[in-house]
Nanobody
Framework: QVQLVESGGGLVQAGDSLRLSCAASGGTFSTYTMGWFRQAPGKEREFVAAISWNGASSYYTESVKGRFTISRDNTKKTVFVQMNNLKPEDTAVYYC????????????????????WGQGTQVTVSS
């Protein structure tokens, strides 16, 4: 069983930066595609970013391109998302998730393809 624990959320002002972390235990982290999703109040959960098992490939939703960077450290079983120039519309609960199987661009944006989820961390960006 894989357990994922996010950290690093908080309350920041527009233009600030945050770095979220997601630590994994159990399973074989180094083989998983990892993703970040977010859910704002009253909205559906949406894809943010994904990274392949070795970090060689990554993909972002359009609204965060150029501002967010996903990375991973397989030796520490941790995935990160560096969020710069935060905007009020980035306010949401951020979840990390692990996908078993290959990194396939058409699949990494789909939440149902991920088998394991963390509990989420709140990010609030004030204007």
């Amino acid at each position: 069983q894989v357990q994922l624990v996010e950290s690093g959320g908080g309350l920041v002002q527009a233009g600030d930066s945050l770095r979220l972390s997601c630590a994994a235990s159990g399973g074989t982290f180094s083989t998983y595609t990892m993703g970040w999703f977010r859910q704002a109040p009253g909205k559906e959960r949406e894809f943010v970013a994904a990274i392949s098992w070795n970090g060689a490939s990554s993909y972002y939703t359009e609204s965060v391109k150029g501002r967010f960077t996903i990375s991973r450290d397989n030796t520490k079983k941790t995935v990160f998302v560096q969020m710069n120039n935060l905007k009020p519309e980035d306010t949401a609960v951020y979840y990390c998730a692990a996908k078993i199987g290959p990194y396939i661009l058409g699949a990494v944006t789909t939440s149902t393809r991920y088998a394991y989820w963390g509990q989420g961390t709140q990010v609030t960006v004030s204007s």
